[in-house]
């Protein structure tokens, strides 16, 4: 398992790497299970990680959601393994436009209730656009209200990585989770940049309550300094805690 800088993402070329765990994935999951931390990413960066993956769903079946390399061939597959949820971004594309087809045929194999569209996006001539294959080609589809409305419709989630800060822990895109916290409709996880508590309530205030958020390279757990897993644990259960 590692932790990356996601826009170092270059298709021939190895990504700037924050951590690289000693322990398996299986361990890791297995680890959330015990805390009670359901809604895990299993994010499948390359070939040959099946095996790796597939051990961390083992470990908390029902309780991770898969991505990476998931379309409509392989999406049961994932489900059938122990995933809760599969997410999907590339496959939903064809030469940068959104297809309604092919979201289509994922609900067919796996239901709308198991389905997170990923949204990651970077901010683009003042438009924060989806990024698809790997973060390297940016879609035609806009991350505003409009948009996230009408996917609503179709998914259980939204996953949206701000790539511009991802990995970097520097913080949050303020601009990007304004945006969400106005429009999101359904539960909707943030990501990227976080590496305080301080981060954590600016998500929870900018994004109006709205979002849940992730956080990777900043945590102790995955080699960061800046954050401690127990803290996190803490917070997440908490009573009337609002989103996580």
Known sequence: MVQIVGATLRDGEKPVTNFVAGRSAGAFAAEFARDGLPGGHVILLGPDNETAAKDA??????GLHVGGGVEA??????IDAGASHVIATSFLF????????RLDQLCASVGRERLVIDLSCRA???RYRVMSQRWQTATELEVNEPTLRALAECCAEFLIHAVAVE???QGPDPELL?????SVPIPTTYAGGIRSLDDIESVRRLGQGRL???VGSALDLFGG???RYRDLVALSNAPASGPR
Do not use: I, Y
Not at 57 to 62: E, N
Not at 178 to 182: E, H, I, K, S, V
């Open 57 to 62: 769903l083992a470990h908390f079946p029902g």
């Open 73 to 78: 061939s392989n999406a049961r597959g994932w």
């Open 94 to 101: 064809e030469q940068g436009r959104f297809s309604r087809a």
């Open 124 to 126: 683009l001539d003042g």
């Open 167 to 169: 990995g970097l822990k």
């Open 178 to 182: 304004r945006r969400l916290g106005d």
């Open 212 to 214: 849940d958020f992730t």
């Open 225 to 227: 300094t800046q954050l």
